[in-house]
């Protein structure tokens, strides 16, 4: 037996070889607010489709790796308290103990490599935390990108990393960091994180080829794609630095540590901002969303 269970819609679409675009749950669970949260999913779910290709929602529900939600799952997740988050090191364990989860792009990244899904989009990736060298912080999601064959498509990081550590760390690891259209590394609300991309490319059918070449020449591992968030969405770094600041001190003097520390500082970071850092969240994912479609369906056009 299978251990991913795909919906009939995905199930269809990779039997006839159709574009196919992965989306993990933490988002859902612990990125966005309630109730915000599920009229978000919903959202990136039509904008995939609009762009012609399958969208894939993934987590793992009563013990069941599914891979594409079904509207009433959605709402489940979008309304669950207390849903697990889970990664590479939890993920068996949710699963064999039939409990629900939602995936990071860790756990989304295998789930869709199980499943035979070479595309996802997401909003952030997580990194190398402010304060690594003492706090050993650094997101299994950097790991993932060097083992799963999936190309990623992300705002950037949040300045709440450390991002010339996460790149030092993504080039450590062989994984290739792709802006798309600038040469500067984008910061999720900013355009510009004042930091080069390690590569610049332009074209969709260039980034499917990229992805499509690793695997012919054995490269485990995936691409990372920054696209920066539209230019009309875009908060200033100026005023998003001291806010940072502000929800950083916040998550130290409340003791927060591990795996509740990126949830922690997104809430945060919403409530210090009024609602605001949610508009921005929103544009930039349905923009990831567009872009992962057309590599997608790039991808599908090529020979394996
Ligand atoms: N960054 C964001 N939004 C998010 C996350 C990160 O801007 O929702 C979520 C993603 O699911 C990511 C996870 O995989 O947080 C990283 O968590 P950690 O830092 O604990 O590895
Ligand atoms: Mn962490």
Redesign the pocket.
């Known amino acids: 037996m299978s251990l991913v269970t795909l919906s009939r819609a995905v199930s269809d679409a990779l039997d006839k070889g159709r574009p196919v675009v992965a989306l ?1 749950s ?2 859902i669970t ?3 607010p309630q109730p915000q949260n599920l009229e978000v999913a919903r959202r990136i779910e039509a904008t995939i489709r609009e762009n012609g290709a399958e969208p894939a929602t993934i987590a793992v529900i009563e013990g069941v790796l599914c891979v594409g939600l079904e509207d009433a799952q959605l709402e489940y997740l979008a309304a669950a308290e207390r849903v697990a ?1 889970l ?1 590479r090191a939890d993920m068996a364990v949710c699963m064999a103990e039939g409990r629900t989860g939602a ?4 756990a989304t990244m295998i789930a869709a490599r199980m499943a035979g899904i070479e595309v996802f989009a ?6 190398v ?1 402010r304060g690594a060298e003492t706090s050993f ?1 650094v ?3 950097l790991q993932e990108l060097a083992r799963s064959p999936v190309t990623v498509v992300a705002a950037g ?2 300045a709440i990393l450390d991002l010339p550590k996460t790149l030092e760390v993504l080039e450590t690891l062989g994984v290739p960091v792709i802006a798309h259209g600038q040469d500067m590394l984008p910061a ?1 609300w900013s355009r510009s994180a004042g930091l080069r991309a390690p590569l610049r490319m332009d074209d969709p059918a260039a980034m499917a080829r990229a992805h499509r070449m690793r695997r012919q020449m054995g490269l485990d591992g995936g691409q990372l794609v920054a696209n920066p968030i539209p230019e009309e969405a875009e908060i200033p770094r100026t005023e998003m630095t001291p806010i940072i600041g502000r929800a950083m001190q916040d998550a130290a003097d409340h003791g927060i540590f ?2 509740d ?3 922690y500082l ?1 809430q945060r970071i919403y409530e210090l901002t009024e609602g605001r850092s949610l508009e921005a ?1 929103v544009a930039l994912v349905l923009n990831n969303a567009v872009l992962a479609a057309r590599i997608a369906s790039e991808l599908v056009e090529l020979p394996a």
């Open positions: 993990e933490t988002i612990h990125g966005l988050k990664s995936t990071t792009v860790a997401t909003g952030g990736i997580g990194g935390h912080d997101s299994a999601d990081a949040k999720f591990g795996k520390v990126t949830p997104l969240n």
